[in-house]
Every structure is written in C-alpha cells, then in structure tokens.
C-alpha cells in the first residue's frame, strides 16, 4: 500500500484545512491514522479510524475541531481541521497498518504504511 498525503498550506490562526491521504491499495481492512510531528520534536498521533465500524480516536488536543473520516470507496482517508491554532504546526503524515488490538490506535510503529507527509503551517 503507498499512500500519499495533500491538502497542506499556510493558514491563519482560526482557520481550516482539510488533509486528504490517497492509497493505491485497497483500504477496508486497514487502520488508517494520521500524525503529525513538528520542528524538533518526535511524531505524535492525532487521529485514527478503524477498519470495520469506522470508529475514531483523537489526541486530547485536537479533540472536537479535528475530524477524521473515510471513503474505502475511493481509498481515501480525510482529516478536516478547523479551528487551527500555531501550535498545530507540523508535518503531516497518513498512516495505515493491520492493528488487531484496538488499543494500539495510537502506537506509531503499528502502521506498517506511511506517506510522504504534507506541511501544515498555522500564522498567529
């Protein structure tokens, strides 16, 4: 599975971004996530949503203006961002992997698939 991470820019405090992820396989039995990790810092997770019921976890500090969605349809996985503060500024990479334990949502090195990434840059 190759994925492949658009829909990043330079927006101002406030404001909205939607994040696609595109994959050449199929997606419908795979987590897919997305994380995001900033100048000098490690990669943290920020979304992710299961294969089956399409259930979704968030990091607390996104939780209630991050959305994160998906259409297996087209293989894609979407995360829209509104409310955008500075410290949102990262880059971005979709993720997706085989997780059996629901637990390990957030575990990075349970996606065995990664994107190239998409910057995100939020003005004060």
Not at 8 to 14: E, H, P, T
Not at 30 to 37: C, D, E, K, P, V
Not at 46 to 51: D, E, M
Not at 78 to 99: F, R, W
């Amino acid at each position: 599975v190759q994925l492949q991470a658009s829909g990043g820019g330079l927006v101002q405090a406030g404001g909205s971004l939607t994040l696609s992820c595109a994959a050449s396989g199929r997606t419908f039995s795979l987590y897919m996530g997305w994380f995001r990790q900033a100048l000098g810092k490690e990669r943290e997770f920020v979304a992710a949503i299961t294969s089956n019921r399409g259930s979704t976890y968030y990091a607390d500090s996104v939780k209630g203006r991050f959305t994160i969605s998906r259409d297996d349809a087209k293989n894609m996985v979407h995360l829209q961002m509104n409310s955008l503060k500075p410290e949102d500024t990262a880059v971005y990479y979709c993720a997706a992997g085989y997780i059996f334990y629901s637990g390990d949502y957030y575990r990075r090195e349970k996606y065995a698939y990664w994107g190239q990434g998409t910057q995100v840059t939020v003005s004060s």
